[in-house]
């Protein structure tokens, strides 16, 4: 399993991203998807996941009510769309994969996303 991430960049306060992890072939409904984000200085954090069948997601506090976690089961594609940014969501964000069967997890490389006015 390889997962790339893209979409990162610089935005103001106030600003949105959309953030893609694609995903070499692999299924869905067997994997597990979560964004972390690590800021320098802190400690990963989970951001976002959403459920092997994609009925439930979950959201961090600090992130609740700006940022979605949809997919494209057709596309091997989760995406995190973030709204409404501030300075401290600056870090850089990575997608990973966790299997449900083996519980095995697999990681991108991680994009930088910047919120500076």
């Known amino acids: 399993v390889q997962l790339v991430e893209s979409g990162g960049g610089l935005v103001q306060p106030g600003g949105s991203l959309r953030l893609s992890c694609a995903a070499s072939?692999?299924?869905?409904?067997?994997?597990?998807m979560r964004w972390f984000r690590q800021a320098p200085g802190k400690e990963r954090e989970l951001v976002a996941q959403?459920?092997?069948?994609?009925?439930?997601?979950e959201y961090g506090d600090s992130v609740k009510g700006r940022f979605t976690i949809p997919r494209d089961s057709t596309r091997y594609t989760v995406y995190l769309q973030m709204n409404s940014l501030k300075p401290e969501d600056t870090a850089v964000y990575y997608c990973s994969a966790m299997s449900i069967e083996s519980g095995t997890t697999y990681w991108g490389q991680g994009t930088q996303v910047t919120v500076s006015s």
């Open positions: 072939e692999f299924t869905f409904s067997t994997y597990i």
């Open positions: 959403i459920t092997n069948n994609g009925r439930n997601t």
